[in-house]
């Protein structure tokens, strides 16, 4: 795989923080910048493709204490996409497993001469109680039901390379809304870039308080497919559930799953997106995932964009120095520009 080291012209703005811990805090034109700079390194990589170096000389650590399949493979490909070093952490085998506690495992990692650290925990707040104690960049890729931003960012970014601009489209959020942090995400980011979100699902995991966000909730997935340009498709998280939300996945999967039916009566143009792994039959049947109003593969591309744009943004093209917040002091100049 050849190297491309000229062809990323750096975005001008300097990311002002130097972590990625939610989208929640981010302003509408810090999300911008995110995108825009997914876009730039999409291009730049001949979709994510080729490899540059503007990351030479940088590590990055994966610290994952939950399964992952596409997050974890794609932090890892970003990193060295952009030249980077990147090491798998393990939690099996290590000092964890002798009694040293989280911070310590990740601040002997941080002494070891890191640049950032990709966190994914089953405990809400996990990246954030890092980013207090590490100097390097802390990069959240999901914690417990919280927020997984990336996935947020990389499902915008989808929906906005199709439509051209997230202002007034409709996006359905269909599923497990209570325990998604996937949801949230999305929610905050499509939210501040002006569409209009409605979710969708049982009573039992779309609860009402939703409104609060300024979101609309609907228990009938029949009354949102043609209202919507955009639905994503939810996995039922089984694994951070204590009791069982509906009868059966059958009964689910009758008032839920994005069938061939169902998309019928939609508006031609509409685009499906659904987060992996997806459970063919449940969420969504086959006919729907693999029909060409389907986005699910373009997710996985649209994911090493936004993770490349992120590691560029937090440990590549930043400020040298910030303030205990992890925002960046007035004045400086950026580095690790080419």
């Keep these: 795989m050849p190297s491309v080291p000229h062809t990323f012209d750096t975005v ?12 929640e805090r981010l302003t509408p034109g810090e999300i911008r910048l995110l995108l825009d ?36 493979t794609s932090f890892s490909l970003a990193a060295r996409r952009l030249g980077a070093d990147v090491v798998e952490f393990s939690a099996s085998g290590s000092s964890l497993s002798k009694g040293e506690s989280f911070i310590d495992t990740a601040k002997n990692l941080e002494a070891m001469g890191i640049d950032a650290v990709v966190v994914r925990h089953s405990t809400p707040g996990t990246p954030h109680l890092l980013a207090q104690h590490l100097d390097v960049g802390v990069i959240n890729a999901g914690d417990g039901a919280h927020e997984h931003p990336t996935q947020g960012l990389l499902d915008i970014f989808s929906i906005r390379e199709r439509l ?26 499509l939210l501040k870039l002006g569409a209009k979100v409605i979710v969708c699902g049982p009573p ?35 694994e951070r559930q204590n009791t069982r939300p509906f009868p059966s996945v059958r009964e689910y999967a009758h008032l839920y799953a994005m069938t061939g039916e169902r998309l019928k009566r939609a508006r031609k143009d509409l685009l499906i997106l659904a987060p992996g792994p997806i459970n063919r039959g449940v969420e969504v049947t086959a006919d729907v995932a693999d029909c060409p109003q389907s986005l699910i593969l373009d997710q996985v591309t649209n994911g090493l964009a936004v993770r490349m744009a992120t590691l560029w943004l937090t440990c ?12 960046a002091q007035p004045g400086l100049s950026a580095e690790g520009t080419l």
């Design 204 to 238: 039992t995991l779309v609860s009402k308080r939703w409104e609060e966000l300024g979101v609309e909730v609907s228990h009938n997935l029949d009354n949102i497919v043609p209202r919507c340009d955009v639905l994503n498709l939810l996995r039922i998280q089984f």
């Design 12 to 23: 001008p703005q300097v990311w002002p923080h130097r972590h990625l811990l939610d989208l």
């Design 37 to 72: 700079t997914a876009a730039q390194l999409k291009e730049a990589t001949a979709g994510c493709r080729r490899k540059l170096t503007i990351l030479a000389g940088r590590t990055i650590v994966n610290l994952f204490f939950e399964n992952s399949t596409r997050t974890r």
């Design 316 to 327: 590549g093209n930043r400020l040298p120095q910030t303030d205990q917040a992890g925002h």
């Design 164 to 189: 051209g601009d997230i202002s007034g489209a409709t996006v359905g959020l269909v599923g497990d809304i209570a325990h998604s942090r996937t949801a949230r995400s999305n929610v905050w980011g």
